[in-house]
């Protein structure tokens, strides 16, 4: 009996976030979205507050930034976390290789809510689990090319299980955030 290597990376992500994370983010609240739990941690700000070496984006809010990363890399609030999901983890790759809207950290328009941050992290989603839907066996095995720095000779299947890993342990961390928010004393 063969595996359906296909139908394994869908549900792979489909049943983590439809049946654990996605409802985890239910409540959202903006205090919450904006906690920092330590000092010097990175978020979303309005423009001309971030401490960052580098702020982000195309709209009123930029997100804190460094190129290359910092080591150790800084704390990062829920409205970091989110957008990183958003814009580098589904965005992007949804512009490379599903005919996506252009995006990047540079012109994004950040939320200023959680309620928004959710929004667009569930058009982002969408727009990402749809496409992978409509990969085919030639498509997955077919090498996912310069857009994609590193990964550009790997298969379609590797980057999608990269994808996969990246929105599982980005939205494990906003739920571990929420809970430390909802037990800080």
Same mark, same amino acid.
């Given at each position: ?16 976030? @439809?049946?654990? +994370? !996605?409802?985890?983010f ?5 205090? @919450?979205?904006l906690?920092? /739990? ?5 978020s ?7 401490p ?8 009123? +809010?930029t997100i804190?930034? =460094?190129? /290359?990363?910092?080591?150790? /890399? ?17 965005g992007?790759?949804? *512009?490379s ?11 994004? %328009? ?5 309620? %928004? =941050?959710? *929004? ?9 689990? =749809?496409?992978? !839907?409509g990969?085919?066996? @030639? *498509? ?5 090319? /310069?857009? @994609?720095?590193?990964?550009?000779e ?10 996969? !890993?990246? *929105?599982?342990?980005h939205?494990? %961390?906003?739920?571990l +955030?929420?809970d ?6």
């Amino acid at each position: 009996m063969g595996v359906n290597w296909h139908e394994q990376m869908v549900d792979q992500l489909a049943w983590h976030w @439809e049946g654990q +994370l !996605r409802p985890r983010f239910a409540g959202l609240t903006d205090a @919450e979205y904006l906690w920092e /739990p330590v000092a010097g941690c990175w978020s979303v700000r309005p423009r001309g507050t971030s401490p960052a070496p580098l702020a982000l984006g195309g709209g009123a +809010l930029t997100i804190d930034w =460094a190129r /290359p990363e910092p080591s150790p /890399p800084p704390v990062t609030t829920i409205a970091w976390r989110l957008a990183h999901v958003i814009v580098g983890v589904f965005g992007q790759r949804v *512009a490379s290789h599903f005919g996506g809207p252009p995006m990047d950290y540079d012109t994004v %328009e950040f939320a200023g809510t959680a309620d %928004e =941050a959710l *929004a667009q992290l569930d058009a982002a989603y969408g727009r990402w689990i =749809a496409g992978v !839907r409509g990969l085919d066996d @030639e *498509a997955l095995a077919r090498p996912v090319g /310069p857009a @994609e720095g590193p990964w550009h000779e790997s298969p379609m299947a590797a980057l999608v299980f990269h994808i996969n !890993r990246e *929105a599982i342990h980005h939205g494990a %961390e906003v739920a571990l +955030l929420r809970d430390l928010y909802a037990a800080r004393g």
